[in-house]
């Protein structure tokens, strides 16, 4: 009897264990996400992943105590749900970023930069500026010490997107 208690102390701790870090691990991408949107990205996303998942599936091999696989379930509903959840201004800039496409024309774009940034929406509106090198350029957020320095730069040839640059803060 005594033993049985010792093993099911043991995988107890396992559980306790395993918990804590599937969530030092989600913090961590929570952090990271925050800052610079990493959960948009599909490696960093598989990265994260397999620090999660590796450990749980070896304790589940050495154990078999199928109540590891809660644990593991439940850190992949957080990675699965992660990149719909924005956390700060930088994801849905991400997302405009990504959105632009070559050979969109300036209204097209604004258009983008509108419907991730809406008016009266969450976020404020990055600040953009038509430059005469043939450039469109945003700002995140210019009174924000955070996202001043957050830019995104369209190139024009023939009033067609043919270039974009993403420069993080």
Known sequence: ME????SNMGRRAQLIILGVYLGSV????????????????G??????????????????SGTGDLRHLILAGVF?????????????PVKPYK?????????MSQEEILEELVDRFPEGGRYT????????DGTLR???????????????????WEGRSIATMYMGD
């Not at 989600?26 to 990205?41: E, Q, T, Y």
């Not at 598989?46 to 998942?53: D, E, H």
């Not at 997302?95 to 050979?103: A, D, E, I, Q, Y």
């Open 3 to 6: 033993e049985k208690e010792q």
């Open 26 to 41: 989600a913090a961590l991408m929570v952090v990271l996400d925050r800052f610079a949107a990493v959960s948009l990205d």
């Open 43 to 60: 490696r960093f996303v598989a990265i994260a992943a397999g620090f999660g998942l590796v450990p749980v599936f070896a304790v589940l």
């Open 76 to 88: 992949l509903m957080f990675l699965v749900v992660l990149p719909f959840v924005e956390l700060s």
């Open 95 to 103: 997302k405009f970023f990504l959105s632009v496409r070559p050979g």
């Open 125 to 132: 509106q990055p600040t953009w500026a038509n430059v005469e």
């Open 138 to 156: 945003f700002w995140l957020d210019l009174t924000d010490g955070r996202y001043n320095a957050e830019i995104i730069r369209v190139t024009f």
